[in-house]
């Protein structure tokens, strides 16, 4: 199994809902990645997970939560989120923390805010 | 700190040869990985370059000078299916991600 795995793949929410995107690999990689990516935009890191244990965390909202269950699983648990928060979330992989190993990136999850 | 600028847009023609820049400033650097992005798809990896020179993979060709801080991506034979964005990204040496450019968004015309 060679990739990242991504649900759901679109989500509509509103402003006042809680949702969860999943992200799940099963290649070993010790060190998984959430970006967010607006429309012709290139991907900006939020949250890095090394060990399971969160290693960045880039100045993200509160309205944001990451949680690594373990080391082949990675959740992002959505909370009162604005508009401007709708984009692609792309989660990543890579066998270990650092850019040298190249990333595996999810298909993404479509955020849609209304 | 890290600065890397790609061209916004690019268009060419299939069957044609299309170069892509990308130039970068970073207080330390590992490699320099080229990613390809289908409008709303994940990036998908394309090369990674470490010493300088020329590294060939089939259609597709990546250059670094480390020196100059400076990279290009080459396509060859282009198809209407190369119409994507191209993003070049740092591995910055002590840093725990890849720093992404901008990205160039290539339009392959008949």
């Known amino acids: 199994d060679t990739e990242v795995t991504q649900t759901p793949k679109h989500l509509v929410m509103g402003m006042t809902n809680k949702k969860s995107l999943k992200c799940e690999q099963h290649?070993?990689?010790?060190?998984m990645y959430w970006y967010k990516q607006k429309a012709k935009k290139p991907p900006e890191l939020m949250f890095v997970?090394?060990?399971?244990?969160?290693?960045i965390n880039e100045s993200v909202p509160s309205r944001f939560s990451p949680e690594c269950p373990n080391s082949s699983l990675l959740n992002l648990h959505l909370h009162a989120l604005q508009p401007e928060d709708s984009a692609l979330y792309l989660c990543?992989?890579?066998?270990?923390?650092?850019?040298?190993?190249?990333?595996?990136f999810g298909s993404g999850t479509r955020l849609t805010v209304v | 700190g890290q600065n890397i600028d790609q061209p916004t847009e690019m268009t060419a023609t299939e069957g044609a040869i299309v170069q892509i820049n990308c130039t970068y400033q970073?207080?330390?650097?590992?490699?320099l990985f080229w990613y390809q992005q289908h409008a709303g798809e994940a990036p998908t990896f394309l090369s990674y370059?470490?010493?300088?020179g020329l590294e060939e993979k089939g259609r597709f060709s990546s250059f670094l000078s480390r020196s100059k801080g400076y990279s290009y991506l080459l396509l060859k034979e282009l198809q209407m299916k190369d119409s994507a964005s191209y993003l070049c990204?740092?591995?910055?040496?002590?840093?725990?991600?890849?720093?992404f450019g901008t990205g160039t968004r290539l339009t392959v015309i008949p």
């Open positions: 990543a992989s890579s066998q270990s923390i650092g850019g040298a190993y190249g990333y595996t």
């Open positions: 290649m070993g990689h010790r060190a």
């Open positions: 997970y090394s060990y399971e244990k969160l290693s």
């Open positions: 970073t207080s330390g650097f590992n490699g």
């Open positions: 370059n470490v010493l300088d």
């Open positions: 990204a740092v591995d910055q040496t002590g840093a725990n991600n890849l720093f």
